[in-house]
Nanobody
Framework: QVQLVESGGGLVQAGGSLRLSCAAS????????IGWFRQAPGNEREFVAA????????FYADSVKGRFTISRDNAKNMLSLQMNSLKSEDTAVYYC?????????????????WGQGTQVTVSS
């Protein structure tokens, strides 16, 4: 069982930056692809970014490409999402999730473990 705990959310003005972190309880976190998803009120949970087990490949939603950067430090069991040039439409609860090998990284149904989420609010 992998436990994930997000932190770093908060209130920021449009154009600002935030860095989200996700601490993993499992030393074998390197066995999992990690994804970040977000859910705004009234919307479905949507894919934001993902990074493969060794960090060799990253994937981004078109809406965040060029503004967000996903990274991981397997030695520290830490995952991060650097968010720059934030927009009001980025306001949502952000979740990190872990996926076992196989399956499409952009599909939330393929992720096995989820954190509780952290709120990001961008004021315009």
């Amino acid at each position: 069982q992998v436990q994930l705990v997000e932190s770093g959310g908060g209130l920021v003005q449009a154009g600002g930056s935030l860095r989200l972190s996700c601490a993993a309880s499992e030393r074998t976190i390197s066995s999992y692809t990690i994804g970040w998803f977000r859910q705004a009120p009234g919307n479905e949970r949507e894919f934001v970014a993902a990074i493969t087990r060794n960090g060799g490949a990253t994937f981004y939603a078109d809406s965040v490409k060029g503004r967000f950067t996903i990274s991981r430090d397997n030695a520290k069991n830490m995952l991060s999402l650097q968010m720059n040039s934030l927009k009001s439409e980025d306001t949502a609860v952000y979740y990190c999730a872990a996926k076992e090998p196989g399956g499409v990284v952009r599909m939330r149904e393929n992720y096995n473990y989820w954190g509780q989420g952290t709120q990001v609010t961008v004021s315009s």
